[in-house]
């Protein structure tokens, strides 16, 4: 399969021009997470005939959440490539293509899918570059839905960022909201070494965002403070930072807490500056993650906390996580994930330790 999608990707850099609508005045968007996605792709298509599109049903429909919609009659065939159902291979002809001068992107159908992929993407993806020192990178996105909350089967829920937040030579991010989605993908398809791109699915309309139709970039491994307090910092990410800063509010209403809400953006490599100035100023920290508890990235951003503010904590650091069980089905789902009032308590629990 490999070498077929990589005759017909040579063809059409011979016999294709890049489009030259791209040169179309700024103009801004109403856009939801996925519409973002959708144009971050359709942007660098247009820009850069080396992108390439790789996944199952991503070409006549669109792919499962309608990401790749509509990008198959404006690319063809060549550039929008519907593969079999097969996560490891869909990976290692990306790699292959990443190889020989071009910037797939893959995408995997939800992140739980992508275990027969995990080979490739751990002892190939993330280690070309260390292996030839530094002659070859693998400029490849893999772009996976994530997480709970659509009333999905266990197996199409699964948050396991953690898997991959260990690998050297892998980024791992994570946006939350349409403007960040469009520029951090972006970002990760101009980047020479692969990235995990991570979509919150329960995000993906649940807002709307004015986002920019010219092609921009968000800084990958940069965090972004969404709200400013001084009483406690509250780390989210992904579909998190919607019930982190639902509960910070909460909290600024009922007692005038004021939170300083941080979404991380980019889990690897973690912006350790935001976070060290935030807790220096608060002493009080709540993480937020909808993974499972135990070996989670929240117990590495703690030891972090520990090695370079521990003196600044006026109270221990609070957790509040999916729990250590497979993500249950429908009816006790909401159970499951973080809910502003869980959030809520702790913030409580914190601030009056």
């Given amino acids: 399969m490999g070498m077929n999608v990589l005759e017909q990707a040579k063809r059409f850099r011979v016999k294709n021009q890049p ?43 669109g792919g499962v959440f309608r990401a790749t919609d509509g990008l198959i009659e404006e690319f063809g065939e060549e550039r929008v490539i519907d593969t079999p159902l097969a996560e490891s291979g869909i990976i290692g002809t990306s790699i ?26 751990v002892s190939h993806a993330a280690r070309i570059r260390m292996r030839t020192c530094g002659r070859y990178s693998v400029p490849l ?75 921009y970039t968000v800084e990958l491994g940069k965090a972004k403070r969404v709200r400013e307090g001084d ?9 998190m930072v919607r019930p982190a800063m639902e509960a910070a509010e909460q909290a600024a209403r009922e007692k005038d ?40 990235v929240g117990a590495e951003i703690i030891a972090l906390i520990n090695d370079k503010a521990l003196l600044y904590l006026r109270s221990p650091i609070e957790r509040v996580t999916g729990f250590d069980v497979h993500v249950p089905l429908f009816t006790l789902e909401d159970d499951y994930l ?11 629990r914190v601030i009056t330790f």
């Fill in 141 to 215: 996105v893999i772009r996976a839905p994530y997480g709970a909350g659509i009333r999905a089967p266990e197996l199409h829920s699964d948050s396991t960022e953690s898997f991959f937040f260990h690998v050297p030579g892998l980024k791992v991010v994570v946006p939350s909201n349409p403007y960040d989605a469009k520029g951090l993908l972006i970002a990760s398809i101009e980047d020479p070494d692969p990235v995990l791109f991570l979509e919150p699915m329960k995000s993906y309309r649940a807002q709307r965002q004015d986002v920019p139709a010219d092609k």
């Fill in 338 to 348: 973080p809910s502003p009032a869980r959030i809520r308590d702790a913030i409580e």
């Fill in 257 to 296: 807490y004021q939170a300083d809400v941080i979404d991380l953006r980019t889990l690897y490599p973690l912006d350790y500056d935001t976070i060290i100035r935030s807790v220096k100023k608060t002493g009080r920290v709540v993480i937020v993650h909808e993974a499972h508890r135990s070996g989670g």
């Fill in 96 to 121: 292959g293509l990443a190889l020989n001068g071009y910037k797939p992107v893959a995408e995997i159908q939800f992140l739980g899918f992508i275990y027969p992929g995990f080979e490739q993407i």
């Fill in 231 to 239: 009483d406690v910092t509250v780390i989210a990410w992904g579909n």
């Fill in 19 to 61: 489009s030259q609508s791209f040169q179309q005045a700024s103009v801004s968007r109403s856009l939801t997470l996925v519409q973002a996605v959708t144009d971050g792709l359709r942007t660098m298509m247009r820009e850069d005939e080396t992108v390439l599109l790789l996944g199952e049903d991503i070409g006549r429909n």
